[in-house]
């Protein structure tokens, strides 16, 4: 799902960071994981054990000038609550939004929703986990500025 997410984070989204919106890596790292947040906790707390957000990310390409930051979020779901079923609840939820839907059905199987921000790079893609009853977030900010010659290595 990782490479699907660095496959996928800037397709058909303009690679430039919009003159509205130049956020810096941490401003684009916190509305990422905000909206990480926000689907985490669409799903019923009765079904939820736990939430876990990746305290780091990596930063990719967008374009020569410009990266996005991508993290993941994991939802650990109460023994026998089956992903699926709440992963198309976040799909429904989404509809009308500010957000394009595409969904899949996984080489593994399992049902992924694609949460892909017509305007930017923003991406949310949300599946079942590696592991039995989660559910994972993976996530991508809209692309910003970079440096030129700036390392960008390392965890963000």
């Known amino acids: 799902m990782v490479l699907l997410l660095g496959l996928v984070g ?3 989204a ?27 906790n669409l799903f019923p707390q009765n079904k939820v054990a736990k939430v876990d957000q990746g ?47 595409e969904t899949r059905t996984a080489p593994a199987g399992h049902y992924e929703v694609g949460l892909v921000s017509p305007d930017t790079a923003e991406i949310y ?3 079942a986990g590696w592991d039995p009853y989660t559910i994972r977030i993976a996530s991508g900010s809209e692309c910003f500025p970079w ?10």
């Open 55 to 101: 305290a780091t990310g990596l930063l990719f390409n967008c374009s020569d000038s410009s990266v996005n930051w991508k993290g993941a979020t994991t939802v650990t779901l109460n023994a026998g609550t089956e992903p699926e079923p709440l992963v198309r609840e976040v799909e429904a939820k989404y509809q009308d939004s500010r957000f394009d839907i």
């Open 125 to 127: 893609l949300i599946a």
């Open 147 to 156: 440096p030129e010659g700036e390392y960008m290595g390392g965890d963000f």
């Open 14 to 40: 303009s690679s430039e960071p919009s003159a509205a919106s130049n956020p810096s890596w941490q401003e684009a790292k916190a509305r990422t994981q905000a909206m990480e947040l926000e689907i985490a």
């Open 10 to 12: 800037c397709a058909g």
